[in-house]
């Protein structure tokens, strides 16, 4: 079974960076389109970005577009989301997930089966 570990979050002020690291293991992840979460105190999980299975589609939340970049390196099994200029409405604690893909290079914010433990990023001076 697919399992997913996120690492890189932590304290950082706003205007700062961050990369979150996404790994998996017990399956590759050639197949599966990554999608990166978060939730806040008292609010819903939203989806933040998702990168397809072959890279070739990504998309972002308005909130983050120009701010957030998806990358995927298959060869080594792991997803990133490289977090620039973060706000403190950034703030919550983040989780990958992988939905499987047979044939669709594509992605959304919906449909996803296997989830990580999340990583806490605070944004605050």
């Known amino acids: 079974q697919l399992q997913l570990v996120e690492s890189g979050g932590g304290l950082v002020q706003p205007g700062g960076s961050l990369r979150l690291s996404c790994a998996a293991s017990?399956?590759?992840?050639?197949?599966?389109?990554i999608g990166w979460f978060r939730q806040a105190p008292g609010k819903e999980r939203e989806g933040v970005s998702c990168?397809?299975?072959?890279?070739?589609?990504?998309k972002y939340a308005d909130s983050v577009k120009g701010r957030f970049t998806i990358s995927r390196d298959n060869n080594k099994n792991t997803v990133f989301l490289q977090m620039n200029s973060l706000k403190p409405e950034d703030t919550a604690v983040y989780y990958c997930?992988?939905?499987?893909?047979?044939?669709?290079?594509?992605?959304?914010?919906?449909?996803?089966?296997?989830w990580g433990q999340g990583t806490q990023v605070t944004v605050s001076s």
């Open positions: 997930a992988a939905d499987f893909k047979i044939d669709q290079d594509m992605c959304g914010f919906s449909g996803y089966d296997y």
């Open positions: 017990g399956s590759t992840l050639n197949y599966y389109a």
């Open positions: 990168i397809s299975r072959r890279g070739g589609s990504t």
